[in-house]
């Protein structure tokens, strides 16, 4: 049996999606994933977090748009019509997450994700579910239940 059959075997196997914010890779897993659209100006909300950026119609759906650089603190990359968003599903709340640019799909196995560092006073830290290598590069997979924070609540 060659290693890919093992791999395609591997009931804890999961592929993810991996996006850059700023200088910065993340990923996500793609269950998580619904639709990668291209950049629509949002419609701002007044009183909204800073991190939402407003609200699009999608379909006939209104999504809140969340700027995941400020949602995450780190410095943001220059907007540009590569942004992109992806439009994630976490339990009820479905929100488009805006990125700078997405890079890859790749497969890994639970084997292969670490938790990270017990650094509590980074809180972006707390966003991210468990860290990987791909490709040489370190990805930080996101817990999206920790990025995105009873967004209703807070953009009413």
């Known amino acids: 049996m060659t290693q890919t059959d093992d791999n395609a075997q591997d009931p804890t196997r999961q592929e993810l999606l991996s996006f850059h914010v700023g200088a910065q890779e993340y990923s996500i897993d793609i269950i998580s994933v619904r639709e990668i ?12 977090p800073p991190y939402v950026r407003g609200v ?3 379909r006939g759906t209104v999504l809140p748009i969340i700027d995941l650089a400020k949602r995450l603190s780190i410095p943001a ?25 997405v890079s890859d799909i ?29 490709e040489e590069r370190m990805l930080r997979v996101l817990d999206l239940a920790a990025v995105l924070p009873n967004i209703d609540a807070e953009a009413a």
């Open 37 to 48: 659209r291209s950049w629509t100006e949002a419609t701002p909300l007044p009183h909204a």
């Open 56 to 58: 699009i119609n999608l």
């Open 77 to 101: 990359g220059e907007k540009n019509e590569r942004n992109v968003i992806v439009v994630v599903q976490s339990g009820d709340n479905t929100v488009g997450l805006l990125v700078d640019a």
């Open 106 to 134: 790749f497969a890994v196995s639970e084997a292969e994700l670490q938790a990270p560092p017990d650094m509590s006073s980074d809180g972006s830290l707390k966003c991210v579910r468990a860290l990987t290598i791909h």
